[in-house]
């Protein structure tokens, strides 16, 4: 039993919506700036999960 998520059992849309409301760590702030662009990123080469 692991502490996260098994981030390949999810879609990028989900994973983003669950950091979008989701308590990250400080050192993991970035991850919510330009979230939006960041992800279309993400998805225009094609991941999925």
Same mark, same amino acid.
């Given at each position: 039993?692991? #502490?996260?998520? =098994?981030? $390949?059992?999810? *879609?990028?849309? %989900? #994973?983003?919506?669950? /950091?979008?409301?989701? #308590?990250?760590?400080? $050192? &993991?702030?970035? /991850?919510?700036? =330009?979230? =939006? $662009? *960041?992800? =279309? %990123?993400?998805? *225009?080469?094609?991941? &999925?999960?």
């Amino acid at each position: 039993m692991g #502490y996260s998520i =098994d981030l $390949s059992k999810i *879609s990028i849309e %989900a #994973y983003m919506e669950i /950091l979008k409301t989701q #308590y990250v760590l400080p $050192s &993991r702030k970035i /991850l919510h700036q =330009d979230i =939006d $662009s *960041s992800f =279309d %990123a993400i998805h *225009s080469c094609n991941i &999925r999960d």
